[in-house]
């Protein structure tokens, strides 16, 4: 797909209004979005969900764990409108700081460190390097996770392909375990990409299994089988959670809007 903007605008002003924009595509592409069309496609621009917070603290439900930003679920509904991660993270980003400050503050307990599970956590961690010849090449699990994701979990979503996409990131998870990497632990990015495969397997398996169970279309969700927004999803959270090694899924009532926030709304009408 290809955009012009090249027969719409006049050069200067398309210099002058998309600066970024025009000297990134001359730059990496020789593309001279002025006199000739861009080529485009679709990308990640930002995940609407993450760990759960209490919006006044950003504590999560994992004591002393506190989150703000992108990786913090529940701010922006259903879609996050633009601009609004700038100041979602100036607002949540201070409060984060401030209430992990007072925490560690107060702190009154003492500190123990089990030293079984960080001598497992070690081991997690440098088996890539054990595994014998023949083990996985962390990066072509990477790719193929991207391409189900993009083809099976993109912006139109079906159930039929959304659970094909969970029985592969299934599949995955088990190469991901035989993971192999070379060289040593300096700077070494096939082994930081190694690390990483649960967390991108985990991110996935959730966006997967909440897409197919919200059976409705909402914000930058949507469902070819279920086109229309449903009042009763609005209503709700999808919330995963690990139990037992396996990710469950739970509908639960959002929270209620807060009385000074309604009388905000309310002036604003
Ligand atoms: C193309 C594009 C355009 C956008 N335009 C806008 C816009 O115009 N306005 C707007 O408000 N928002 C915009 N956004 C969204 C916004 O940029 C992001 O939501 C925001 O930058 C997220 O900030 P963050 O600090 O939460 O996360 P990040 O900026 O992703 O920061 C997370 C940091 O954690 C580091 N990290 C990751 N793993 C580890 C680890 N294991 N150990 C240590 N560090 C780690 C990463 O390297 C990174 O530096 C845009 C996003 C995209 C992709």
Redesign the pocket.
């Known amino acids: 797909m290809f955009l012009d903007i090249s027969t719409r605008r006049p050069a200067d002003y398309i210099r002058k209004r998309l600066p970024s924009m025009y000297h990134q595509f001359m730059e990496l592409a020789g593309v001279d979005i002025t006199k000739e069309p861009m080529e485009v496609g679709p990308?990640?621009?930002?995940v609407m969900g993450g760990v759960r917070v209490e919006a006044d603290t950003t504590q999560s439900t994992i004591k002393g764990l506190f989150a703000?930003?992108?990786?913090a679920g529940g701010m922006h509904g259903s879609n996050r409108l633009?601009?609004?991660?700038?100041?979602?993270?100036l607002v949540f980003?201070r409060r984060a700081g401030l209430y992990a400050a007072l925490y560690a503050k107060d702190f009154g307990g003492t500190l123990a460190v089990d030293s079984g599970q960080v001598a497992d956590a070690t081991r997690a961690m440098l088996a890539p390097f054990e595994r014998a010849a023949g083990g996985e090449n962390p990066y072509s699990i990477q790719s193929d996770l991207q391409e189900t994701m993009q083809t099976l979990v993109g912006i139109i979503r079906r159930e039929s392909e959304l659970v094909e996409a969970i029985k592969r990131i299934g599949l995955l998870k088990a190469r991901a375990r035989n993971v192999r990497v070379d060289g040593h632990r300096q700077y070494n990015p096939g082994w930081h990409t190694a690390l990483?495969l649960e967390s991108l397997l985990t991110v996935a398996e959730c966006s997967a299994m909440a897409a197919l169970e919200r059976k409705e279309s909402r914000g930058g969700h949507t469902r070819d089988d279920h086109p229309y927004t449903d009042d009763t999803w609005g209503k709700v959270n999808v919330v995963l959670r690990l139990k037992e090694g396996r990710v469950q899924v739970s509908r639960e009532p959002l929270p209620e809007m807060p009385a000074e926030l309604k009388a905000l709304f309310q002036e604003r009408k």
């Open positions: 990308t990640c621009h930002y703000a930003g992108e990786v633009g601009g609004n991660s700038l100041s979602d993270l980003g990483d």
